[in-house]
């Protein structure tokens, strides 16, 4: 509807003399009265036109709008399906112009969503196009905590927009099984094996969960001792060069891919073991992974591509070192690789450190030339958290010089933080909320939910899963991706109010008035006549592919989240305020109101899955 709109306002502007259409941005008014439709094409372009043009200010220009488009609607063939939608077209206030739409247009609507059911609101703006989108990112020996858990929760509602639009989605996972965080895990856990008498042996016998609490109680150890102990830390630096060198004959033949660093001449000494380190390396990395996997599996998350830094940096150290010879790099007083980003008002980072390794931003170099080469993308679409921001502009200025191609097609979303509540602060894990811990509570609010006496099932564990998850991930998607999330359990984790829970619970009603009709499909008639109540309700349900669109295009899958409360709000009103199947109901206005409570549900289900989100039919 939008673009056969644009098309009509552009034919009217063109009669008028007027050839830049640029401004005719459409949008819904947030009160109806104003109409289902509004644009202030009219004020948009007057200043630019006042003097080409008969009109004194926007609203005589809006007026004679109107007129063309009025005379369009009556006259041209083109537009004879648009006539007998639109009801009025008017001008207001200082020059909107607002359309309003016939019962009839919601009743065929109806109908529509009805016959397209799970496609309703697809489309293939982005056919033949592929993307690739690199989210969550978590790094073994280390927790998956709520910073990962809202990366997962973000990436995965834009991937799923993508294939909304068409996209051959690729969903890639980029984690650091290299660095200082692993040596300094792997210090803590030898350390760890020594002070508790055990070895790798007794550690593989405990139950995932536990080795993995065991490896971040490692990591925490071998955090602290490396800022504290100059002994420690020397350590921990050698088992670093170790560590590189253990992934190169673990990881890379995974890849078919040849070492391309010769890590050996950075190892001077070491007190431990290649051999033994390994062997340790090897277990505890695979099971983070698997950890990881667990935690995917739950949010139903699948990831394509697996990216680990062990195999990028080897590909971005080559890139730097290339670089460096064209003077995009320069090399610093300790010997250290950088770009220069002060010369382009950014600031400088280290590529390649005075140790000879690879920096992270060697790591997303080689990262960038992978996906080029394993999937060759139309689009990247990178999700981190917004205190990477300034890192991320480094690395696409100085990306853009070593390899243009890869920078351009490359954009970096930047989702804001976590803040929850202070009296949840005991549940910590040392200083770092858990992403399972997250979700484990908002499942315990659920099940407390579900069998309060109020409850109108009985609980079951895979409906609290549903609806806990809900909670968060309608919490986290509901504002948008740039800013804070001030995460609450009892707003979240509610059949009332903004919330996931509320938009299921919705859901479920719908699916139970239609269980009770018998689910037969409602024969309507294309000259029904809506009620206010019903009439709200339908002045939003054909929206969702305009909704599902605008979202892919902005990145913002808050706009679905928005929505969807909307409609479940549409609902829940026409609901108190009509019987679909009661006694007194004739029998037009039970198939009208049996189609709008269809419908809703096909629009709230469509919408909640494209946010990754279940819609039970019970609740």
């Known amino acids: 509807m939008t673009s056969h709109l644009q098309q009509l306002f552009s034919q009217a502007l063109e009669n008028l003399g007027i050839t830049d259409h640029s401004a005719i941005q459409l949008e819904h008014p947030a ?37 063309h488009a009025s005379k369009l609607l009556a006259g041209d063939d083109s537009f004879t399906g648009l006539s007998g939608c639109i009801k009025e077209i008017s001008v207001a206030g200082p020059g909107f112009i607002n359309i309003s739409f016939r019962d009839a247009f919601f009743v065929s609507q109806l109908s529509t969503i009805l016959e397209k059911g799970t496609t309703f609101g697809t489309n293939q703006s982005l056919k033949g196009k592929t993307v690739v989108v690199e989210y969550t990112d978590p790094n073994p020996f280390k927790e998956f905590h709520i910073g990962h858990l809202y990366s997962n929760i973000v990436g995965e509602s834009i991937a799923r927009l993508f294939e909304n639009s068409g996209a051959t989605v690729v969903r890639a996972d980029f984690f650091g099984d290299v660095g200082m965080h692993a040596a300094k895990s792997l210090w803590g856990l030898l ?11 007794n550690l593989a016998a405990m139950p995932l969960k536990e080795r993995i609490a065991y ?4 990591y925490a150890r071998g955090a602290t001792a490396y800022k504290e102990d100059e002994a420690a830390a020397e350590s921990i630096k050698q088992l670093n060069f170790l560590l590189f060198k253990a992934a190169q004959e673990i990881v890379l033949p995974q890849f078919d891919e040849p070492p391309q660093v010769d890590f050996d001449q950075f190892i001077t000494s070491s007190e431990c073991d290649f051999e033994s380190i390994k062997q340790i390396y090897a277990m505890t990395r695979k ?98 958290g917004n205190e990477i921001n300034e890192y991320f502009a480094v690395i696409l200025k100085s990306l853009g010089q070593v390899a243009p191609a890869l920078a351009q097609y490359t954009t970096h979303i930047a989702h804001g933080m976590v803040r929850l509540p202070e009296g949840k602060m005991s549940s910590r894990t040392g200083k770092i909320f858990r992403g399972e811990w997250l979700l484990d ?86 000259a029904a006549s809506l009620l206010p109540a019903e009439r709200s309700l339908a002045q939003l349900l054909y929206q969702l592919p305009e909704v599902l669109l605008q979202a ?68």
């Open 31 to 67: 009160d109806t009265t104003h109409g289902d439709y509004s644009t202030n094409v009219a004020m948009q372009l007057f200043s630019q036109i006042k003097n080409k043009v008969e009109y004194t200010n926007p609203r005589e220009l809006a007026q004679g709008i109107v007129e």
């Open 191 to 201: 350390q760890n094996f020594a002070d508790d008498e055990i070895d790798l042996e």
């Open 215 to 218: 490896l971040g109680k490692s």
């Open 287 to 384: 099971w983070s992974l698997d950890y990881f996997e667990e935690i995917y599996a739950r949010l139903g998350t699948r990831f394509d591509n697996y990216y680990p830094e062990s195999r990028t940096g080897e590909e971005g150290y080559q890139m730097v070192l290339a670089g460096l010879k064209k003077g995009i790099f320069e090399t610093g007083e300790n010997g250290a690789i950088i770009f220069p980003g002060e010369k382009y008002g950014l600031h400088n980072r280290v590529f390649i450190n005075a140790l000879g390794l690879p920096t992270y931003e060697t790591k997303d170099f080689g990262l960038a030339l992978l996906k080029e080469r394993d999937i060759a993308p139309d689009f990247s679409i990178i999700v981190t």
């Open 441 to 526: 509570e908002a499942v315990e609010s659920a099940h407390d939910l579900l069998t309060s006496p109020s409850a109108d099932v009985q609980h079951t564990s895979d409906l609290a899963e549903q609806i806990g998850q809900a909670a968060i991930k309608f919490a986290f998607l509901k504002q948008n991706v740039g800013g804070d999330i001030a995460f609450d359990f009892a707003e979240s984790v509610s059949f009332e109010g903004n919330s996931g829970p509320y938009v299921q619970y919705a859901h479920a009603r719908t699916q139970s008035i239609i269980r009770k009709s018998g689910g037969s499909i409602p024969q309507i008639s294309g």
């Open 552 to 619: 892919a295009e902005t990145y913002q899958p808050h706009l679905v989240a928005q929505y969807l409360f909307a409609v479940a709000q549409a609902f829940n009103s026409f609901y108190a305020a009509h019987s679909v199947l009661g006694e007194n109901v004739t029998s037009e206005q039970k198939q009208l109101r049996l189609a709008l409570t269809m419908a809703t549900g096909v629009v709230l289900k469509n919408g909640l899955l494209v946010l990754g989100i279940a819609a039970p039919d019970r609740m």
